[in-house]
């Protein structure tokens, strides 16, 4: 049957990437004139410094640029890395794009496969793309200085690398979609978990000593030479480097190796363009899952609730509630997984050298610091910041049952606090006890840190999900963003507590070293315990302080809640 007449190709692309835009625009005007204004400079300073160290990567460092050794390692390194984080972007942002929500156009009179095609294009010229072009655009800028491809063939290269990268992402996400779905997503993770695991054990490790040590020689060894030449030409293999292949086969006057590696790159985002919209089709149409045989009912027992000691059982009920909430629906398990993928990903990059190299013997700690950092900033603008959200119309027995609005956050809060430390406490056993060279020195740091901030967020959570709340869902078919002002609000919370956190520090620092005049490792010692005390004390007691008015702000919130969750 022929399809019905429509729009052109590109009058799609251009209607649909505008309407994107237009959504962007509302979304910055939404945060207010100052606020759209911040959070616009912010995001052109950090692409203009991506874009203008790229640059000066390949333009103006001497080693570099005078070493051809060196320019093909360097190319190599940039665009595997580039592309790695390009590609993983849609899963490590831990959120559904519109572009993906197909399942609602279904109906219309347009082919699946043109829909994906006109949504992929769109998605080349969509916002989040604004930190990755200025890097290629700055490598180009500063190649045309140095190697000098061309301009043509820098041009080709590099749009068909920017396709191979954006479809590639698309089918990432949409095989994570599909395995989230899924009934056994808990046994299709730890068996993706299991396996990178064995990877990145088995792999030999990425030994980056020769390179710190080479740095100041820059390569100036035969050995260390021979070296980069292998690095230079592994890079060249993988699918990233087919772009720095291209650049230098067209700098040699090679037309026929670049076209190849053009080729080369085409083909790949054509397969993932396939295995991308067959994997969406497969999550929007219901896959296998619709065909599977429904079970035969049978009679239970009704399973026993789970009973805290010293609390309530309504503070009991509604922890077992949303902590099986959490656990056992897709987003959650996505948010619960993606850090752990993400640790497992700098291991096999051999991330650990680098980071001991910049941040000395206590990097693990440090690092651990800023992975707990991210869950609770991640897990604090899809949760927290909307605690409501999940229930639906289910919220309505809050206010029907005779339970105190106290006893209902109590009872969320204990469930998102197992969940988050729960993550965090597998984070920590997984980067002291699996990333190579790494101590336990500093951990003071992260686990006081932790047990101040967690508090600190469920009490900024329950006062601002009362005060905008927003209809959430736990499947992955559809992007749930929450409120702006609530989202900014969880990070100003998040930001003032590691500063208030910071003055923690500085305060028994001061007692140790200052009041009882002790040094070394003895104020180390005493410093650290000092910490662990105040953190969780200190976190707590802001906790508790604040617990009563948003109790009273769910009661005076009742009819708006209602009305935005529970219709």
């Not at 026993?304 to 077992?320: E, K, Q, T, Y």
Request: hydrophobic residues 55%; contains cysteine.
């Amino acid at each position: 049957m022929p399809e019905p007449a429509g729009l052109g190709f590109l009058e799609a692309v251009r209607q649909i990437g505008g309407m994107r835009l237009l959504v962007f625009r509302r979304r910055l005007a939404g945060r207010g004139r100052w606020g759209a204004a911040l959070a616009l400079l912010f995001v052109l300073s950090l692409a203009a410094g991506l874009g203008l160290g790229s640059y000066l990567l390949f333009a103006k460092v001497r080693g570099i640029v005078e070493s051809p050794v060196w320019m093909a390692f360097t190319l190599g390194l940039f665009t595997f890395l580039l592309s790695l984080f390009w590609v993983i972007w849609p899963v490590v942002a831990a959120q559904v794009d519109e572009a993906f929500e197909m399942g609602r156009l279904l109906g219309y009179p347009i082919r699946p496969a043109r829909l994906y095609l006109i949504q992929t294009a769109v998605a080349l010229i969509e916002p989040s793309v604004v930190f990755f072009y200025p890097a290629l655009l700055g490598a180009a800028l500063g190649l045309a200085r140095s190697l000098q491809p061309g301009a043509l063939a820098s041009l080709g290269l590099m749009v068909c690398f920017a396709l191979m990268n954006v479809c590639a992402g698309r089918a990432l996400l949409n095989l994570f979609l599909n395995l989230m779905k899924s009934r056994r997503s808990g046994e299709w993770l730890l068996l993706g978990f299991m396996a990178l695991l064995l990877l990145a054990v088995f792999l030999p490790p990425v030994d980056s000593s020769w390179l710190f040590g080479g740095l100041a020689k820059f390569g100036a060894t035969a050995e260390g030479q021979a070296v980069l030449a292998q690095n230079a030409r592994a890079f060249g293999l993988l699918p990233p480097g087919w772009l720095a292949r291209g650049l230098a086969a067209a700098a040699a006057g090679e037309k026929g190796a670049a076209v190849g590696a053009a080729c080369a790159m085409l083909g790949a985002a054509g397969a993932a363009f396939g295995l991308g919209l067959l994997w969406l089709l497969r999550f929007y149409r219901g896959g296998r899952d619709r065909r599977v045989r429904p079970r035969e009912p049978r009679e239970t027992t009704p399973p026993r609730g789970l009973r805290l000691p010293g609390l309530p059982d309504a503070v009991s009920a509604m922890f077992s509630k949303d902590l099986i909430m959490l656990f056992g629906s897709p987003k959650g398990r996505m948010l619960f997984a993606v850090p752990f993928f993400l640790l497992i990903l700098l291991r096999i990059i051999g991330a650990p050298d680098l980071l001991r190299y910049v941040w000395g013997e206590a990097w693990a700690s440090l690092l651990l610091s800023c992975l707990c950092l991210y869950v609770l900033s991640v897990m604090g603008g899809q949760v927290l910041a909307n605690g409501f959200g999940f229930d639906g119309p289910a919220l309505r027995l809050a206010f029907l049952f005779p339970v105190a609005p106290r006893h209902w956050l109590v009872g969320r809060n204990l469930a998102q606090g197992v969940f988050v430390t729960a993550q965090c406490g597998l984070l920590a056993a997984l980067c002291y006890g699996f990333l190579p060279g790494a101590r336990t020195d500093g951990w003071v740091l992260p686990a006081a840190g932790f047990s101040f901030l967690l508090p600190l967020m469920l009490a900024a959570g329950n006062r601002l999900s009362c005060r905008y709340p927003r209809r959430f869902h736990l499947n992955l078919s559809r992007r749930d963003r929450p409120v702006p002002e609530g989202f900014f609000g969880m990070l100003l919370a998040l930001g003032a507590g590691v500063l208030a956190f910071f003055a923690l520090v500085a305060v028994a620092s001061v007692v140790a070293l200052g009041w009882l005049r002790l040094s070394g490792e003895t104020a180390r010692i005493l410093a650290g315990g000092l910490l662990l005390l105040a953190g969780p004390a200190a976190g707590g007691a802001i906790y508790r302080r604040l617990l009563p008015g948003s109790a009273r702000a769910m009661l005076s919130q009742r009819e708006a809640l209602i009305a935005e969750i529970g219709r």
